[in-house]
């Protein structure tokens, strides 16, 4: 944060362009948030908590900031992060000071949470690995070392060789434009596939372990992540490879008993219409644009959590300690 703006790396022109962007208001954080200016549960996190730190250098009445809330809350509804950051907000702080202290913390929380969780999932990743993730669950998507690329950067770093295959994720190509991007930058040898193509490289015998990030985790361990990934579970069990989500314990919703009951946001048509400003569909056809899916928890294999390995009927033990 410099002053009441909150900076963010604006993700739409990545990977050809760098950019920083200033949010210099609560609304214009919820419509960055809204946009996919910042995506990756954990960042939406962040940046929400600083967009409520705002709102309280705006004005701390009670009113003012249950609007605030309100705003912010509603922007993505799958990513659960981005009501406990809010929550935490409105719980601890109790002016504008300790609005942004709280914000602070929550963000070098997840530094710490995405490190340990580098560290629990490094013995997972066998000599030579060759991981598959989708979406983007890296530093982008979660503050630092992302949740997914965490034991990947971890191995990377300590001198381990580690290959990724990158789903690309339409319609937003979280994959091909940001994993891809952060992965060329740290040095690590990766490829990018066609949505489709993930089943065809398990079934060669190609991919060690699949490894993604999370929106949310119900009680039951079912979980919600980018579109695609429930197929890749599938794929994944057929074929004999470990699932895992990579997720901080934020992520798990003990108030949401299973995934049917997990919010999956709709998105607009346009976004599988267009690709990059270019239409890709006739006109006139119509589309459907779920944003999530959910992923039954008798596909994943367990859930590295900075609180330790877990397997999906543990989540809800990880709330009663
Ligand atoms: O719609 P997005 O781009 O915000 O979705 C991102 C994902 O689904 C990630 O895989 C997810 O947030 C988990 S990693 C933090």
């Given at each position: 944060?410099?002053g009441?703006?909150?900076?963010?790396?604006?993700?739409?022109?990545l990977?050809?362009q760098?950019?920083?962007?200033?949010?210099?208001?609560?609304?214009?954080?919820?419509e960055?948030?809204?946009?996919?200016t910042?995506r990756g549960?954990?960042?939406?996190?962040a940046?929400a908590?600083?967009?409520m730190?705002?709102?309280f250098?705006?004005?701390?009445?009670?009113r003012?900031?249950?609007?605030?809330?309100?705003?912010?809350?509603?922007t993505?509804?799958t990513?659960?992060?981005?009501?406990?950051a809010?929550?935490r907000v409105?719980?601890?702080?109790?002016?504008?000071?300790?609005?942004?202290a709280?914000?602070?913390?929550?963000t070098?929380?997840y530094?710490?949470?995405?490190?340990?969780i580098?560290e629990?999932?490094l013995?997972?990743?066998?000599k030579n690995?060759?991981?598959?993730?989708?979406?983007?669950?890296?530093?982008?998507a979660?503050?630092?070392?992302?949740?997914?690329?965490?034991?990947?950067y971890?191995?990377?770093?300590?001198?381990?060789?580690?290959?990724?295959?990158?789903d690309e994720?339409?319609p937003r190509?979280q994959?091909?434009?940001?994993?891809?991007?952060?992965?060329?930058?740290e040095g690590?040898?990766?490829?990018?596939?066609?949505?489709?193509?993930a089943?065809?490289?398990?079934?060669?015998?190609?991919?060690?372990?699949?490894?993604v990030?999370?929106?949310?985790?119900?009680?039951?361990?079912?979980?919600?992540?980018?579109?695609?990934?429930?197929?890749?579970?599938v794929?994944?069990?057929e074929?004999?490879?470990?699932f895992?989500i990579a997720a901080?314990s934020?992520?798990i919703d003990?108030h949401c008993?299973n995934?049917?009951?997990?919010?999956?946001e709709?998105r607009?048509?346009d976004e599988?219409?267009?690709?990059r400003?270019?239409?890709v569909?006739?006109r006139?056809a119509?589309?459907?644009?779920?944003a999530?899916?959910?992923?039954?928890?008798?596909y994943?294999?367990g859930?590295?959590?900075e609180?330790?390995?877990?397997?999906p009927?543990?989540v809800r033990?990880l709330?009663k300690r």
């Open positions: 944060m410099e009441r703006n909150v900076v963010v790396i604006d993700q739409r022109p990977p050809h760098f950019k920083l962007l200033r949010l210099r208001n609560h609304r214009e954080t919820a960055a948030i809204r946009n996919m910042i549960a954990g960042t939406i996190g940046t908590a600083y967009g730190a705002q709102a250098l705006e004005d701390s009445s009670a003012y900031l249950r609007k605030a809330y309100e705003t912010l809350v509603t993505r509804p990513a659960v992060d981005l009501k406990h809010l929550d409105l719980i601890e702080a109790h002016d504008a000071k300790t609005a942004v709280v914000a602070e913390r929550i070098d929380e530094v710490e949470r995405m490190k340990r580098g629990i999932g013995p997972l990743l066998p690995a060759r991981v598959l993730t989708h979406c983007n669950a890296g530093w982008l979660i503050v630092d070392w992302g949740s997914a690329t965490a034991p990947i971890t191995a990377h770093r300590r001198g381990r060789k580690v290959f990724v295959w990158v994720t339409r190509c994959g091909a434009n940001l994993t891809s991007w952060e992965l060329l930058n690590v040898p990766h490829k990018v596939i066609a949505d489709n193509a089943g065809h490289f398990m079934q060669r015998g190609e991919v060690d372990l699949c490894i990030g999370a929106d949310r985790i119900a009680a039951n361990g079912d979980t919600a992540n980018k579109l695609g990934t429930y197929e890749k579970a794929l994944a069990k074929n004999g490879i470990p895992y901080p934020s992520t003990p008993p995934g049917d009951a997990i919010p999956i709709e607009s048509e599988v219409h267009f690709i400003g270019v239409r569909t006739p006139g119509r589309a459907a644009n779920p999530f899916d959910v992923t039954p928890a008798k994943i294999t859930i590295i959590t609180r330790g390995m877990l397997k009927r543990e033990k709330w």
